[in-house]
Structures are given as C-alpha cells and as structure tokens.
C-alpha cells in the first residue's frame, strides 16, 4: 500500500469511527450514563467485573448469587473481564469506582471499535483496489461500517459483552489470510485472532471454520502462493488456543470436556485444526503435486482430525445447546429473540427481516458481481468465506445478523464506490438512481428504516400503538430505578423471571434462581413450572426451591408467556403468572411493597 493510500485510509477510518461514535452516543450515551443496560448479557459481565475487583479467583467462573445453593459456573472467557477490570481498579482511588464503571462503558466499547472501523477501511480498501478503487472503497466502508446496525451497535456505549471482540477477531482474521500470499507471516496472526475468538466464545466457532476453509481452498488450488502462509496459520491458531487454554483454565479443569466455553474440547480444535494446517503447508511434492492429490491429502487429514475430535469429546457433538431438555428448550429458546431461525422470523415479523438480513443479502449480490469480474482473484473469496458462513448462522439464528452484515460492508463498499465512479465517468439520470439505488441497499441504516414502515403498513395503526406501549412498558422493568427499593429489602434467593435475573445482580444484594443463560437449568425450569401451574401446584415447587421471594413485573412479555403456556392443563387466567400479574396472590404468598417500581415482590410463606 502506497504511503498516500495508508494516509487516506487512516483519516477514512478516523472519520468511520466518528460517524459511529457520534451515532452510537447519541443512541445509548444517555442509558449508559445512567448504567441502564439493555442487554442482560452486559449487565451480567459487570457483576463479574465487580466479582473480580471484590477478590473473585481468577479461575472462579461461578456466579455465586445465580443459582444457589451452588452457584452457576459461567462459560465466558474471563479475560474481558480482567480487560474491564483493571481500568476500574486504577481508576477507583481516583473518581470511586461507580464513576470508573460508567467512564469504562465508553471507553471500552469505543476502543474496540476504533479496532473494528480501521480493520473494515483496510478490508474495504483491499477489494475496491481490484478497480483501482481503493481510497472510494476505504470511505465507503468507513461509512457502510457506522450505519452497519446490527454490528456496529455492538459496540455502544455500555456494551461489555464479548461480540464486539469477536468481530473484531473476524476482520482480523480476513485481511491476515488476504495478505498471506504476499507476506506468509500474515497467516500467524490471522490464526491468532481465530484461536482467541474460539477461546473467547463459542461464537468463534464459525469464524474458524470460515478462516480454515479460505486458507485450505487457496492451498489447494495455488500451493505455490499459500503453502507457507497456511503453515503459520496454523502455528498461529494452535499457539493462541494453547496460550489462552492456559490461562483461563485452571489446572485441575484442563481434562473436563466443556462444550460452550474455553476448555479441553476447544483446546483441541485448535491443536487439530492448526496441525492439519501446518502438515498440509509440509507435505512432500508426492502428496502435493497435483490438485487431486493436494484435495486427497487434505480429505484424510480431515477425517482423521474430525475422528480424533469425536472421539474424544462424544459430548460436544450437539454444540453448545446440547446440555438443554426438550422442556427448557421449548419454553426459554422460545423466548429469546436472537435465538429465532429466519423462517421462523418469517412467519412472526416479516418486516424485520429487513433489519435483519437486508443488508447482509445486498453484501451476497454484491459479492456475486464482484467474484463475476474478478474470480481470479484470492480477496473476494476470503470475504466471501466468512460472510458465508456467517449467514449459515444467521439462517439458523438470527444473532448471525451481527456477523453477516459486519462481512457484507467490504462488498457493499466496493458496489458504492463502483456505481459512484459510473456515474461521474458519464452523468445520466439513470446512472444517478442506479448509484443512489446502490448506496441505500448497501446501508444496513436504511433497511432498519424500510423495516419499520413496512412494519407501519402491514400493521394496523390500532395493534402497532398497543404494541409499541407494551414495548415501552417492559422497558421500564429493566431500568435502575425499578430495583432501587427492591434493593433495600432484606437480601434473599428471588425466583424471579429470568429477564430480570441480571439486572437483580447488578442493582441489589439478592440472590436470583433464574437467568437468560443455558447452563442455568435448574433454577430456570424451578421457577417456569411455578409460574405456568396453577397457585397450588406452584406452592410445593417454590416451597422445595431455596427462594425466599416471588419477582415478577406484570409488563414483561414472561408475563403472558407463561399464562399462555400453562401447564398441565390450567387455564391462563388461573395462572400464578397471570394472578400475579393482576395484582392477587395466594395466601402463601405476601406482598412486599417496593414504593416507586414496576416489579411486583412476594415473600414466600413457609
């Protein structure tokens, strides 16, 4: 890259992460000021950060207050939260550590996507270089990447989960293997960056499927140009799994076969996967001389490797969901959003496939025209990996959204910056829609925009108001202020809902049985069976449980859920759910009452 092409580029992803800043603050500043999370997930990785600077082992993963009498082991990689914590505890002597924690949730997220934007302008510029497009290219992904909902909202303020890592690991990943052929050395922190997004979550599985896959193909079909970038691939995804394996595991867990979390399973993907890598980059020219046999090569080695995996870890072969029952299946995925395939968002909301998937399917026509004039070329099929696989996931949950449209913004950017260059070679009205047609299918902003009026359309405007006012209404169980007087209540076990579970964590002393988290089993289905049954069937299920309280809020869609899903054979209405909602209880049962606040509380009589 040319010194006045990496100038530009610099200044194109300071501006992108203006832009995005800008966006983002304007967005969530005010929430996060305020530490109102609107993810349970980010909620929950600051009561670890708190567990930590309180003098939580580092190889502790339990949260102590979820699940009790035992506490629940969580499957996070903790070194996000040895990243957030450090800052709070320097920071601590000097503005006290709540002003610290709100300073981080800006800093962090804002960090990182300094990292993200300046890794999409130079992915962006590497394929609009193929048009000598390279500085339209870099701008145009610098802007596509802060409008690109619903990846770049991973990084607003407050968001500690560990997405925003991942895309970053992902990006890295794909301009490392694009610039293997020119400096092989690439590929050892192209690998790096897959081992670390493995290590952090399982959400990196599919990343290193894509990377694995990109770099085996470009082997296989120009051994000359990749043999050795392919080698230290591997060398870099094996040494970044070992290294994080040893420090997030303890000792006496490295032989526990852990399916959803850093571990002796994910330890050997890597070590396989990295070694497959390395044997095929030293095979012999007799194994190697032809592509039939390179395909050969690579096939045995593959069996082999995924035999050796299966082999050792039978349990992981159901993924991370494979520790759920048909019952917590039905009742909780059900619940999650995120968790929702896209045909079944198909027939619940097809409008906001739009949002969803609107801009990750521009990026897959782009990515065709392009491959169209340059399938020659290495850089369109690497982008094309990832984004594949990325929807694979996306189709199977739409939390793959997140990822699709991160990797349809280089395609995007390069269709923009193409139809722009069109239009001003030859001005024409028809060249200026194609262009503005272009630019608006390229930004995932605008197919959040056509979302909602399709949504405004097909709905009548009778059921869209009650539906945004019940929106608003479970809104404000989740705020701070809704757990201010639950706070000064004597400290309990809560069977709570579970969208509740980590924002009790954060903002009180109680324990909580239940959490939008797989593991959580027990404690989930405890407090699912109580609230679908009838009020005396209930009784003994929360009677045998440790809980001490009963915590609903009337407006959170659990509510209606639950009524609605009632077990054996109870009418909604006769519901605990629905009783508690309504403001009746049982005698067992007495209300407690929290001044001010949505929630609804019940101290269990025994």
């Given amino acids: ?19 995005a800043t800008l966006v983002l603050v304007l967005g ?30 580092w190889f502790d993963s339990v949260q102590h207050r979820l699940g009790p009498p035992d506490g629940l082991p969580m499957h996070w990689a903790q070194w996000i939260d040895g990243a957030i914590a450090l800052p709070i505890m320097l920071l601590t002597p000097l503005i006290g550590q709540h002003a610290a924690e709100i300073v981080m949730a800006f800093v962090w997220p804002f960090g990182l996507l300094a990292a993200f934007m300046m890794l ?10 193929r048009d000598g497009l390279r500085r339209e290219a870099q ?40 610039k293997m052929r020119e400096r092989p050395r690439c590929g050892l922190w192209a690998g790096a960056a897959l081992g670390l997004a493995l290590a952090t979550a399982a959400e990196g599985a599919p990343l290193i499927i894509a990377g694995f896959v990109a770099a085996g193909v470009l082997w296989l079909f120009r051994p000359s140009d990749y043999a050795k970038g392919l080698g230290w691939l591997g060398v870099g995804v094996a040494a970044s799994s070992t290294v994080m394996f040893a420090a997030l595991v303890a000792p006496s867990d490295w032989l526990r076969p852990v399916c959803d979390a850093v571990g002796a399973p994910f330890l050997g993907v890597g070590l396989v996967g990295g070694g497959i890598a390395i044997a095929l980059a030293c095979l ?26 299966g082999l050792s870890f039978p349990a992981c072969a159901g993924g991370s969901y494979s520790v759920l029952n048909a019952d917590i299946e039905n009742l909780w995925i059900s ?20 949002a969803v998937a609107g801009a990750a399917f521009a990026g897959l026509v782009a990515a065709v025209l392009f491959l169209r004039a340059h399938w020659r070329e290495a850089d369109g099929w690497i982008v094309l990996a990832f984004l594949l696989v990325s929807w694979a996931v996306l189709v199977w949950q739409i939390r793959g959204a997140t990822f699709a449209t991160a990797f349809a913004v280089p395609f995007g950017a390069w269709a923009v910056a193409r139809a722009r260059r069109d239009y001003r070679s030859k001005a024409s009205a028809i060249r200026a829609l194609v262009f503005a047609g272009v630019a608006a299918t390229s930004a995932a902003a605008a197919w959040a925009g056509a979302g909602e009026a399709l949504q405004a359309r097909l709905t009548p405007h009778t059921t869209l108001a009650n539906y945004e006012g019940r929106v608003s209404s479970a809104k404000s169980c989740a705020t701070p202020e809704a757990f201010r007087s639950l706070a000064t209540v004597p400290s309990g076990v809560v069977l709570n809902q579970f969208a509740l579970g980590a924002d009790v964590l954060v903002w009180t002393s109680h324990h909580v049985l239940a959490a939008p988290y797989h593991r959580n089993i027990a404690g989930t289905m405890i407090m699912m ?8 069937e209930a009784r003994p299920i929360i009677s045998s449980s440790a809980a001490a309280y009963v915590l609903i809020c009337p407006a959170a869609p659990e509510t209606s859920f639950y009524a609605r899903h009632a077990a054996n054979g109870t009418a909604p209405e006769a519901t605990l759910s629905s009783m508690l909602a309504k403001g009746k209880h049982p005698e067992w049962l007495a209300p407690v009452e929290l001044a001010g606040s949505p929630l609804k509380l019940y101290r269990v009589v025994r």
């Fill in 335 to 354: 619940q999650i959003s995120e968790a929702r395939s896209l045909v079944a968002l198909w027939g619940d909301d097809p409008a906001m496939i739009l």
């Fill in 529 to 536: 069976n109580a609230l679908r049954s009838a009020p005396d």
């Fill in 120 to 129: 999409v302008v130079r992915v962006s510029g590497e394929i609009g270089a």
């Fill in 139 to 178: 701008w145009t992904g610098a802007i596509l990447a802060a409008l690109a909902f619903p990846a770049v909202e991973k990084f607003a303020p407050g968001s500690f989960d560990h997405h925003n890592v991942e895309l970053i690991c992902g990006m890295l990943a794909v301009l490392g293997v694009m």
């Fill in 284 to 309: 012999p020219a007799t194994f190697t001389s032809t592509i039939a046999r390179r395909a050969g090569s690579a096939s045995v080695l593959g069996i082999l490797g995924v035999a050796l995996l």
């Fill in 28 to 57: 969530s500043g005010a929430a996060a000021l305020n530490q109102d999370f609107s993810e349970p997930d980010n909620a929950m990785r600051l009561v670890h950060v708190r567990d930590m600077l309180a003098g939580q082992d």
């Fill in 1 to 19: 890259m040319a010194p006045a092409d990496e100038g530009n580029g610099r200044i194109a992803w300071i501006a992108g992460w203006s832009l």
